[in-house]
């Protein structure tokens, strides 16, 4: 089943000729999941052919105009195309208020869809959305107005059945779905046969952390330990630290240091400044600090496979 990551925007504040503001997809089981939705996110998603119509929840990180502007025109696209399905956006309550005031201006007819709008806060970890197959949580970050990050969980599939254990321990159908659940199996003798007797081992669950606009800062280590991919803001290099301390961002070494301490599987840095003409430099120097860490490049996409877990 599908994990993966992909980008549509790299830059920050400013666009480039080849790197969009923020903006990320996010499939886990075909759900697809917008993570930010900067200026051009509809162009993006045409362009590198993910369907705009499969974008049912929207995740703004914060109310920054890199991170929002292009969530107006994509609204506009939808109605223009005549969606019917409800649009839930998750953000900040001041959102609500810019929204509404643009439908006043902007749309003459009303909407053929629900906006349903879910205010959330960046003071805590929190869960904000959940299905059965995936988890999605608040990450408290620290940048100049309330922010936050996602964290992106896949739930744990039932186990599959060994069908030959199945058969020669005469399993009636109705006790499959608790095997799979993890129940062990009782027999007509009375013996208990156990449940790694009878199922494949599981899969891992598959995890990612989406962590932008943000100063280091090490007060999400225990959320964010051990994920698949951490996506990390990486604004500036090093040397430019005062200026990322003052405009509420990180460098590309603090991004590694993170990383580094929080062990993930994988750390892609994005969000770079424009003043960069290549993001090699500060991909070097990030990997000084942690070496499994990539670039976010517009169009690409990340993906962690299942695996199965020893028991």
Known sequence: MSFSFTILGSSSAVPTSDRFPAAHV???????????????????????????????HIFISHVHGDHTFGLFGLISSFSLLGRKSDLHIYANPLLKLILE??????????????????????KKKDLIYEDEKVEVHTLPLKHRVPACGFIFIEKAPMLNLRKEMILHHKIPVREMVNIKMG?????????????????????????????????YTESIIPHIKNV?????????????????????????????????????????IGHFSARYKTTDILV??????????YAAIDGESHHVEQVRVAR
Do not use: W
């Open 26 to 56: 996010v499939n886990i089981h075909e759900r697809f999941f917008l993570a930010d939705c900067g200026e051009g996110a509809q162009i993006q998603l045409r362009r590198f052919k993910i369907s705009p119509g499969k974008i049912n």
């Open 101 to 122: 005031d643009h439908k006043k201006y902007y749309y003459e007819y009303p909407l053929p869809f629900r906006i349903i709008f879910h205010p959330i806060g960046s």
């Open 183 to 215: 129940s062990d199996f009782i027999n007509e003798k009375g013996e208990t046969i156990p449940n790694s007797a009878l199922t494949l081992p599981p899969f891992k669950q598959r995890s990612l952390a989406y962590c932008t606009d943000t100063k």
């Open 228 to 268: 698949d991919i951490l996506y990390h803001e990486a604004t500036y290099l090093h040397n430019m630290l005062d200026r990322a301390a003052e405009t509420g961002h990180s460098t590309a070494r603090q991004a590694g240091q993170l990383a580094a301490r929080a062990q993930p599987g994988k750390l892609i």
């Open 284 to 293: 070097e120097e990030a990997r000084s600090e942690f070496p499994e860490t």
